[in-house]
């Protein structure tokens, strides 16, 4: 028995996904909504000093975007091509700075360094002071290259080899031919890593006010502690415009699309392994064994105290719904934006969650969650929050997955008389779950980091990690800092592994596939 | 000339090549085939030092690779050709053939030799996949490679264009003058387009010889099988005789066989004649056009294949008769038990 | 450490009527808990302030005394609990019943609102002169002072005048954009007006270095980054309690800003007893003394000790200023910001 394909005269139909996305993309609006909303009544729309933090804001994500470019492309080849011994620890070791909020790793960068920092204290070294944008720029670069890494590595899995070994044995050297005919092929993932990098910057409170630089979110912050909330609504509204055209620029980026083939693996001559370890080992350092040293030393010198486990509990359940309900949302999300143009805009709708701080979404939402009462101060209205901050991370994360997938999979169950339904949730949705679970992953690590909007939304009573280290650090109380700050930083590396783990079989396959 | 001796090939703890021993002559095209997973592919990589490898050593005019010291890939001067053709997708023809060259009069003698002259301005991804690696074959000659390195060229392309393709490739490569390992899994190919042919097992070289050789006096059943139509009939061996149930042939013994072996016969070597007397019954038969297959239960129990001319018709379940036709010697193994 | 066997034994002793009652040797005022009524209902607090859990100890002793009453606590940054309250009431949602601020600008914008209940004579009559208001309680003070180096500096150095510090050549550390340096700049605009306030904020922003907060202010003194700053007084104390040979003291103006005492507040928003009394534990010398001796934050209740390290009210003399007008921030922060310090 054969079966057809009902024949459908071409209309103008929008594809299924379409209606859901555009709610999900309604409801990313929403906060936007409020903060014109609040911002109706200021009176100052831009100044001089504006133009100072404009230039600082802009300076610091360029230097960022840069920094993680310069770190996250190299060590995204070495993670990706490179045949090392535990190689899956060092790509773990090398994405764990994701595990760590950038605040943390600010203060801590701070407190270890200068004249009486830690390490002069200690080690007798005296250490130049980090601070300024120089210092916001090294902290925010440490604490975002994995962004880039991560997707520039998975543009790198998915190219075929034969291209380099090609360039190779014309006579091109290794890393011209990595320059030259590798680079170029995985400039989308370089940017979708680089325009989250531009967000997080963008919208990252900590760092900046801890190193003392004045970016629209330190003063959005001051405007808002000084009960300015209308004038905190209107810079938040000027920052949204930078977000907006950041979007825009990265998505004027194209890359090439090309059949995935099989994999590079590079052997590495021990000059070149002591290299890449030389070359890692600092922002490994910086990134993760200075804080943890840090906290170590804290945890030792004041030891712990009111401290209960249920923080990280709450921790743990509140960002775990927040990467469930991010990834479901996603799946439409992703799904249009690939279907078509208008389709591509709601998915970038939902990414001015990203770029829009903490704490005038937080602020936002409680405008928000005061119209819908039976939400206001629940667990939900936070996972709410959550996911509208979070969720470009899973829609991007799905969509590149769903992007290399090959169309004739689902042409062929179609073909097997599967309803496009059925094919969706045969196919492709097997298919792709891999990134939903690095979607899910990346979710749940940035809620287990949020902040302000955990303070404003959460149900009252509710402490996270995050909370309680925001209440220890500033009562000053450091030391009881290093059990939470340790906490948070193991689970979220439980996340990461989660995330990472998607990986294995594939890579086994291809490393062992011989002809 | 290249020498590659004792080379051998780790992943993780798997050897996947064992013990390679190779030397190619100046402008000789040697053949590798062998199954799916037998190394042959690790060998061309190997070769082109895109894998390190683990033991032995290759050689080639002034340098010499070994397993502390190898000489990256860009530094061998070695022009490979890949199975999915592996052009540049953002430089033109023109541009993929000039790739590192100073001088391009020799892309313009390679493009216009392989009839490539009206796409030089084209992208490799409108053209067909037999001009695809035609240019991807004019890109590795013009670079004037020392040896060159063929990873199933064909095997991405249509049928039709494969033979003609595979005779276009061997006279490229004899008029460049430069040594090649061609890399296949087709027999056909194997023994129709190569001066030598190598046939892997597991890593290792069952047999490296003539194309004639190797399909009439193979050094193994394994190779036997794999280069075509085999089929064993037990005799028993007298000098240079062969004495069996379809009467005596003349044989060459294997690995020193003697006394009761198995005799290979290929479908060409066999007649058939339909005949309510013979001394076989058709098992099954197969049309191939311009001839038929058939495969014969004969009296004691071997099946044997033969090929005829397709006129010559028969059905399953009748009766022929079967003789030995050929009058070169055939090989003999020792009986398997 | 001593800061935790206090913890400790507060946690064991388990009520605040087993406290040990340090502040009875010294002077025997302010209300004992003894004499309060049991606490019975439920009851929300926001709360805008940290502390590390001391606040929260405090919390804990009142609900351990009082079985019957289920507290309900949310922090937040004041700020932001304070915007939410407003925001609450203009949906005509209520969820706070008591509103514990760590600074007077949300104090005055609650109470601007109309948010704030009236509290009884006898409540606010147990707090200092000059601490009395009709809508909200101070809890605890904190003094504006001049945390400086003691290696690069001796107290003679230092002028006992906010003002004289403009001319001086000493390298100042701040924190512009903290809440209590801007309440600081506030007072000195009511007191000196806005003119003299902006040459100074404009003579001083010349050797002065900024910080975060004014606990990286003190850290940077302590360091020796700058020789003197701006902080309130807790922080050295705390700095000074888990390191006691920092290099760092406390010095004090006379009579202007610069030493200016402002107070985190109480307030209560929902009608009813509860949280009138629950106010009340806040201002018993118990309570008071607790966070004397382990905040080493000021009590304002009077006839309890001051905190260790620091001079007794009475010896500093502070500016005379309502502490209501200083939620008058937006002058402020235009100001600071035309002179681009902010």
Redesign the interface.
Known sequence: MTRWLPVRWPTVRWPVSYPLALVIALLALAPVGVLFGLASDSAQLF?A?NLRVLSNTLLLMVFTVLGSIVIGVPLALVTAYMHLRWRRLWLILLAAPLAIPSYIGAFTL?AAF????EIDRLLGLPMP?VDGLAGATLVMTLYSYPFVMLTTRASLLSLDASLVNAARTLGMSLGASLWRVVLPRAITGIAAGALLVALYTLSDFGTP????LDTFT?VI?????????SQAAMLSLQLLVIVGLVLFLESRIRGSVEKPGRHLLLWPGPGMKLGIVLAAAPVTLLAIVLPLAVFGSWLVR??T??FEFSYAWNSARASFLAALVAVILAVPVAHAAIAGKAGRLMERVTYFGFGVPG?VM??AL??VG??L?FL??TLGLLVLAYVLRFLPLAVGSVRSTAEGLDPSLVQAARLLGASPREAFQRITLPLTVRGMVAGAALVFLEAMREL?AT??LGP??F?TLA?YL???Y????FG?AAIPGLLLVLISALGLALMLSGERRTEFATETHQG | MLKVSNLSVNYGSTRVVDNLDLALADDEVLMLVGPTGCGKTTILQALAGLVPISGGEIQLGHWRSTPSKAVPPEKRNVGMVFQDFALFPHLTVEQNVCFRLRDTAKADHWLQLLGLDDFRHARPNRLSGGQKQRVALARSLAHEPAFILLDEPLSNLDAALKDSLRWEIREALKAAGVPAIWVTHDQEEALSVGDRVGILKDGRLEQLDTPEKCYAEPASRFVARFLGEASFLPGRLQGEQVATVLGPAPGVPINGASGDVDLLLRPDDLSLTPMETGNGVIDWVRYEGSSRLYAVNIDGGAQLKVRVNHEVRAQPGEPVHMAITTTHPLAVFPRQQ | ?QR?TF?QSLAAAGALGTLPLAASAVANGGVSVEQLPPLEGDI?LYLG??????Y??VLDAIRKRNPGLDL?????????L???IV??A??G?R?ADIFWAVDS??IG?VTEAGLARTLPADLTGQLKAGFQYPQWAPVTGRIRTLPYNTKRLSPGQIPDSIMALADSDLSIGWAP?Y?SF?SFVTAMRLLEGERATADWLRAVSKHAK???GE??VV?AV????VDLGFANHY?TL??KS?KPDANVDLAFTRNDAGCLVNASGIMALSEGDLPINFIRYLLTREVQSYLASEAYEVPLVDGVAPPRGLPSLDTISPPKIDLTQLAD??P??DLM?SV?V?
């Open positions: 100044d000093h701070y200068g004249p009486g920092g002071a006010a801890i190193m003392r330190r912050f001051v405007e808002y502690n000084a009960f300015g909330l004041e030891g105290g009111g704490i937080g602020t409680v405008y005061l119209r009462p206001y101060q302000p303070l404003m009252t009573g402490e909370t925001w209440r220890v500033e009562a000053g109380y009881r | 450490m935790r913890l929300t302030r940290g502390e590390g859990g001391l929260e100890n309900k606590v949310r922090r937040g940054s004041t700020a932001a304070a915007n939410s925001a609450e203009k949906a949602v969820r600008g949300a914008l954009a809440a801007q900024g910080y975060a606990l990286g850290m302590e360091r020796g980054e922080y705390r700095l888990g921030m937006r402020t922060l910001r681009g902010l």
